[in-house]
C-alpha cells in the first residue's frame, strides 16, 4: 500500500510558477513510476507528466512539455512538478499517482495508476 500526500498549488498569475510535491509514504517508493495527471471543471482528467522509478525516464503532455518538469527524490521518498510560464488553461485540480512496474509504458494511462494523492487545485488569473 502507498500513501500518497500533496502540497503546493495555489493561486498565481499568468506567466508565473508554482511547484508541487507529493510525498509518498509505504511501500518502497523507488519502485514506482510516479505521474501528475489534472482535471478541469466539466473535463476529463487528463494526463500531464510522469518519471520512472529512477528519474531517468520522463514524458510530458504536449500540452506541458518545456514548461513543466517533473522529478522526484527517492531519498525522500518525494516526487514534484515545477510549473513555469502558467497560463489560464492550466487551472485544474492536480493530482499525484503512482504505480508499480519495471516497465516504463503507457506512463499517460491513468488506467495504470494504482494509488493517488487527495488533488491539489491550482489557479491560473490572466
Known amino acids: 500500500q502507498v500513501q500518497l500526500v500533496q502540497s503546493g498549488g495555489g493561486l498565481v498569475q499568468a506567466g508565473g510558477s508554482l511547484r508541487l510535491s507529493c510525498a509518498a509514504s509505504?511501500?518502497?517508493?523507488?519502485?514506482?513510476?510516479m505521474g501528475w495527471f489534472r482535471q478541469s471543471p466539466g473535463k476529463e482528467r487528463e494526463f500531464v507528466a510522469a518519471?520512472?522509478?529512477?528519474?531517468?525516464?520522463?514524458y510530458y503532455a504536449d500540452s506541458v512539455k518545456g514548461r513543466f518538469t517533473i522529478s522526484r527524490d527517492n531519498a525522500k521518498n518525494t516526487v514534484y512538478l515545477q510549473m513555469n510560464s502558467l497560463n489560464p488553461a492550466d487551472t485544474a485540480v492536480y493530482s499525484c499517482?503512482?504505480?508499480?512496474?519495471?516497465?516504463?509504458?503507457?506512463?499517460?494511462?491513468?488506467?495504470?495508476?494504482?494509488?493517488w494523492g487527495q488533488g491539489t487545485p491550482v489557479t491560473v488569473s490572466s
Open positions: 499517482a503512482a504505480y508499480f512496474s519495471p516497465f516504463f509504458s503507457r506512463t499517460y494511462d491513468r488506467d495504470q495508476y494504482d494509488y
Open positions: 509505504g511501500r518502497v517508493f523507488s519502485s514506482y513510476t
Open positions: 518519471i520512472g522509478w529512477s528519474g531517468g525516464r520522463t
